[in-house]
Structure formats: structure tokens, C-alpha cells
């Protein structure tokens, strides 16, 4: 295949499940959409693979260009050297190797990969998984005391992109424009959804999907699913469920996912008295996801800051009414009283008065707000902003 109209994507994942996030989800849908006219840059968690040059790698029947950074082990969730840290080093590292392969066309969606690769011999597409300093957020305490330097030579290399999109609504867009103390002013910022894949995500009946999972019947099922950190509001997601508890006495909380607090959440569950009503299911494939979706009576998320979640879009997409916290992009995706509620405040009473409001919106929910951004589209929508070369 000539490199002509080809797509270098560069991502720290291994573009099939591991780590999971908003980050994977949206290479797998660049997958989707495009096939191999990608050549992938990533991490390996397969030992035959080589490490440091190209090859070709089987990915769920396609066969990629691909290229692995280094092979890390699923079952860690956090590294001596942060994910971030050692991204850049091994992409300033490799840099020359990677671009050998005279591709063009690059498609980035983190920080710190744009940092380390950018140039002005290269037709460049950001894309804002996050609208807001991921420093600022990181797991490790002693990266805040650098993310101000950071932000600032990010801003500065992004000039080099020749297409900017994000995940995130106006405000967020304004805030980070802001934030780039006018280098960005004249720069035009494309608001880009995440995309799902509505073949997979789509209503179907509950009670065939409880049967296929083998969940109860009778019970009031509570969902939320992705990243179990600090910053996706486990705690105030179980003390809503609690409350919610006192008054919906057969009801369940179950968590998909897995992340750096996972631990965290099961000794507070214990801690609470909660570990028959709180179930920790962990990763699971797409595929499960979307059943335990449809088998679920609300989906709930808690989190303190998202660009434009793809785990909420696809519960919409499911038709299952959702009760989340107030972040970047949540008032284009929950209609209030049509899909789901906002709690605006970070208080669990107010939340579980909100979770037992939702139990009365009829399904499937208002979701066709969120269907027309399928995978089907994104290869077109995306074309429509970047010219490729």
C-alpha cells in the first residue's frame, strides 16, 4: 500500500483492550472506520511482538502497519514512570524510526505525544480527548508542580497542527482558549464528539439481556462503567447508591472497569457493608458492556471532569436514562427529564433523589441526539475538517 492518503495514528494503547478509557475507545473507532489506511504507533501487551521497529500486527481480522513503543503488563495500573512520562520519552526516542515509514498524515490525542512529535513537515490532526490540563488530574500528586510548564510548551507546539478538534463542549473550548493566553486566538477549533459504534450500542429487551448475563430479574440494577479513579467520582457514586439503597431496598450497583482505585473502591464497599449489593465486575468487552447496559435500569457516572464520554453516549445510545455529575459536553448529551438528570452539586442525597426520579423515564430514552454520531460517519465527518496528503 503506498503511503498516499494514509493515517500514522499515534496513541499510547494497544488499540485492543488495554488501557481501557476514552483514549482506546476512539482509536478503535478510527479502526473501525478506516481499516488498515491506518498504520498504528502503540504499546504492545503481546510477548511475540517486537518492540522498537515496524511489523505486522493481526487486529481482530485487519492486518496494520504497526509499531510498538514497548510491552507493558495489563494487570498494572500504575507504572514506576507515569504512562505520560514514558510515552514521550520513547516517542523522542523512536521519533525518526516512526516517521520513516513516510506517512503524512498524523492523528494525535494526547498531550504529550503532540509535544514530542510535532513538526511543520507534517500534516498534523489534534484532537482534544481533554480540554483541560491533564496534569492537573494526574494520578502521580507531584506532576502538578509541573503542569503549568507543561501546558505552556503544549500551546506552543500546537501551532504545528494544521487541524484542531475537541472533545468538549463551547465553555471548555473557551476555557482552553483562555488558557493559551491568545496563542490559539486566531486558530479555529473544530467541536468533535467521540463516536460510537450504534451497530453495537443500541436498545434491546432487558430482560433478555439480564438472561444472557444471568443477572436477577427483579432487582433495580445500577450501572456505571470505565476508569476507577479518584477523578471519576467512585466515592460520591457509591454514597448515592447507598441512599438510593434506603429507599429501593432490591436494588444492585454494579462497576465496569478497572484503574489505579480499584482497590480502593472494594475495601470501602467492605468498609460500608455493601459487597452483596456493589459488585465489581471489571473489564469486560464492548460486546458485555453493551449487554450489561441494556440489563441495567440507570446508568450513573460521578466524575469531576470529561471532554465528551464515550461510556455516557453509549449508555444513551442503549436508550437507558443516566444521572451524572456536571462536566464539559453533559448538557448536549442528558435532556433533563427526556434521558436522564444533571446533578449540579457533588452532594449524594441530592444524586440518589435523582437516580430514583430517572426510574421513571420511559425506555428506550431521547438518544437520537447521540446516533448520528456513529462510527458509520466518522470517516466522512472527520474528512470534512482534514485534508489528508
Known amino acids: 500500500m503506498t503511503t498516499e492518503n494514509r493515517i500514522l495514528v499515534i496513541d499510547f494503547t494497544n488499540y485492543e483492550d488495554y488501557p481501557i478509557g476514552g483514549y482506546l475507545s476512539f482509536a478503535k473507532n478510527l479502526m473501525e472506520a478506516f481499516g488498515n489506511q491506518l498504520a498504528l504507533v502503540g504499546i504492545t501487551s503481546s510477548d511475540p511482538d517486537p518492540t522498537g521497529r515496524w511489523f505486522k500486527k493481526n487486529i481482530n481480522g485487519t492486518v496494520y502497519d504497526f509499531f510498538a513503543l514497548a510491552r507493558y503488563r495489563k494487570k498494572k495500573t500504575r507504572n514506576l514512570i507515569p504512562d505520560r512520562l514514558m510515552n514521550y520519552i520513547l516517542l523522542r526516542h523512536y521519533k525518526k524510526s516512526i516517521l520513516g515509514i513516510g ?43 509541573i503542569a503549568n510548564l507543561f501546558e505552556k510548551i503544549f500551546f506552543r507546539k500546537i501551532l504545528f497542527a494544521d487541524t484542531i478538534l475537541a472533545n468538549g463542549d463551547s465553555d471548555a473550548i473557551n476555557n482552553m482558549l483562555a488558557r493559551s493566553k491568545g496563542i490559539l486566538a486566531n486558530r479555529n477549533i473544530v467541536k468533535f464528539p467521540t463516536r460510537i459504534n450504534t451497530k453495537l450500542f443500541r436498545p434491546v429487551n432487558k430482560s433478555e439481556a439480564r438472561e444472557k448475563l444471568e443477572l436477577p430479574a427483579e432487582k433495580v440494577i445500577v450501572l456505571t462503567a470505565g476508569r476507577i ?8 457514586m457509591i454514597d448515592a447508591f447507598i441512599r438510593f439503597n434506603e429507599k429501593i431496598d432490591n436494588s444492585m450497583f454494579i462497576f465496569i472497569g478497572e484503574g489505579e482505585d480499584f482497590d480502593k473502591v472494594h475495601s470501602y464497599i467492605t468498609e460500608k457493608g455493601f459487597s452483596d449489593k456493589i459488585i465489581l465486575k471489571g473489564k469486560k ?67 440518589a433523589l435523582n437516580m430514583i426520579k430517572a426510574l421513571e423515564l420511559q425506555r428506550p430514552v431521547k438518544n437520537d441526539h447521540i446516533t448520528v454520531f456513529s462510527t458509520e460517519n466518522l470517516k466522512s465527518d472527520l474528512l470534512k475538517y482534514w485534508k489528508l496528503s
Open 103 to 145: 506517512i503524512n498524515n498524523i492523528y494525535i490525542q494526547r498531550h504529550e505525544t503532540l509535544v514530542a512529535i510535532a513538526n511543520n513537515h507534517k500534516n498534523i490532526c489534534y484532537c482534544f480527548a481533554e480540554l483541560e490540563n491533564p496534569l492537573d488530574a494526574s494520578k502521580y500528586n507531584y506532576a502538578n508542580t
Open 285 to 351: 468487552s464492548r460486546e458485555e458492556v453493551a449487554l450489561f447496559l441494556n440489563a441495567s435500569d440507570l446508568f450513573i457516572m460521578g466524575s469531576f471532569s470529561e471532554g465528551w464520554p464515550t461510556a455516557l453516549m453509549e449508555a444513551i445510545a442503549c436508550g437507558i436514562p443516566a444521572i451524572v455529575t456536571e462536566f464539559s459536553s453533559v448538557n448536549e448529551i442528558i435532556f433533563e427529564g427526556l434521558n436522564g438528570y444533571i446533578n449540579k452539586s457533588r452532594n449524594a442525597d441530592t444524586f
Open 229 to 236: 479513579a479518584l477523578v471519576k467520582g467512585w466515592k460520591l
